[in-house]
């Protein structure tokens, strides 16, 4: 299972919470985020801030037990571009996943955007020979399911909600998910004075109590929305719910919403 997204931080915000349920059920992890976080301070040199930022998410991952994957771009540059393409794929094609956890391809930021399209991308081209990988990495074509997070702040650039098709009860884990958080300390100051947020750990919170009430059955949920199947696997791959279980439940009136 390979969870991305565009900058340190980002995975604990949105995903985390599922992170820490299926490492219960045994799933192995692996943690990625594609650009370095070196625009997060208003103090420190690009270098310094990077050796943060990275020392923070290695931290984040091992609690809970992922394997950390370093980035690759400065923050504000992923962009959807072959190079970067290429690093990715080769990414997928070495893990191998069974499952990818994604951003969301609707948010309030580019870089969290592009980071959603360019591994939609490297996993629609993990089993094509032609397809130029960098480094080197033999196509795979085995099945797998990505699924996308929800926005920070749930809204997407134009401030239309967005609700997700699945949610994942994080009540039980919501403890580990604020220390996965607590461990990007570079960032409390940063983003209150950046962004407005009034406390960190109080922001995640806020998200995943207004998710579990979108649920109706979840005190503290994360959403997700599961990807066309075409290209990645079967029309009723669903390993999320397989996994999870009564912890990971479907909205019915979002599938029929579909067509």
């Given at each position: 299972?390979l969870?991305?997204?565009?900058?340190?931080d980002?995975?604990?915000?949105?995903?985390?919470?599922?992170l820490?349920?299926?490492?219960?059920?045994?799933?192995?992890?692996?943690?990625w985020?594609?650009a370095?976080?070196?625009?997060g301070t208003?103090?420190l040199?690009?270098?310094?801030?990077?050796?943060?930022?990275a020392r923070?998410?290695?931290?984040?991952?091992?609690l809970v037990?992922a394997?950390w994957?370093p980035?690759?771009v400065?923050?504000?540059?992923?962009?959807y571009?072959?190079?970067?393409l290429?690093?990715?794929a080769?990414?997928v094609?070495?893990i191998?996943?069974?499952?990818?956890?994604?951003p969301?391809p609707?948010?309030?930021m580019e870089d969290h955007?592009?980071?959603?399209?360019?591994?939609v991308?490297?996993?629609?081209v993990?089993g094509?020979?032609?397809?130029?990988?960098?480094p080197?990495a033999?196509?795979?074509?085995?099945e797998l399911?990505?699924y996308?997070?929800l926005?920070?702040g749930?809204r997407?650039?134009?401030?239309?909600?967005?609700r997700?098709?699945?949610?994942?009860?994080?009540?039980?884990?919501?403890?580990?998910?604020?220390e996965?958080?607590?461990?990007h300390?570079?960032q409390?100051?940063?983003?209150?004075v950046?962004?407005?947020?009034?406390?960190y750990?109080?922001e995640?919170?806020?998200?995943?109590?207004?998710?579990?009430?979108?649920?109706?059955?979840?005190a503290?949920?994360?959403?997700?929305?599961?990807?066309?199947?075409?290209?990645?696997?079967?029309?009723?791959?669903?390993?999320l719910s397989?996994?999870?279980g009564?912890?990971?439940?479907?909205?019915?009136?979002?599938?029929e919403?579909?067509?």
């Amino acid at each position: 299972m390979l969870a991305v997204a565009a900058h340190p931080d980002d995975i604990e915000f949105m995903m985390a919470g599922t992170l820490l349920r299926l490492r219960a059920v045994g799933a192995r992890l692996h943690m990625w985020n594609i650009a370095n976080g070196c625009c997060g301070t208003a103090a420190l040199d690009k270098e310094e801030i990077s050796r943060i930022r990275a020392r923070e998410a290695r931290g984040s991952a091992r609690l809970v037990g992922a394997q950390w994957h370093p980035p690759l771009v400065d923050d504000a540059f992923v962009f959807y571009e072959p190079s970067l393409l290429a690093r990715a794929a080769a990414l997928v094609r070495t893990i191998k996943p069974a499952v990818l956890l994604l951003p969301s391809p609707d948010d309030y930021m580019e870089d969290h955007q592009n980071a959603a399209r360019v591994m939609v991308t490297a996993a629609f081209v993990r089993g094509m020979r032609n397809f130029p990988c960098q480094p080197s990495a033999a196509p795979w074509d085995g099945e797998l399911t990505l699924y996308h997070a929800l926005p920070h702040g749930l809204r997407d650039g134009l401030r239309r909600l967005i609700r997700p098709g699945q949610y994942v009860d994080v009540a039980p884990v919501l403890d580990g998910k604020k220390e996965m958080l607590s461990c990007h300390r570079s960032q409390r100051e940063w983003l209150e004075v950046s962004q407005g947020m009034d406390s960190y750990l109080a922001e995640m919170e806020g998200m995943s109590a207004e998710v579990g009430r979108m649920s109706g059955r979840f005190a503290h949920a994360e959403g997700w929305r599961r990807h066309s199947h075409l290209g990645f696997g079967r029309i009723d791959d669903d390993p999320l719910s397989t996994l999870l279980g009564d912890a990971c439940w479907v909205d019915p009136s979002y599938e029929e919403k579909l067509g």
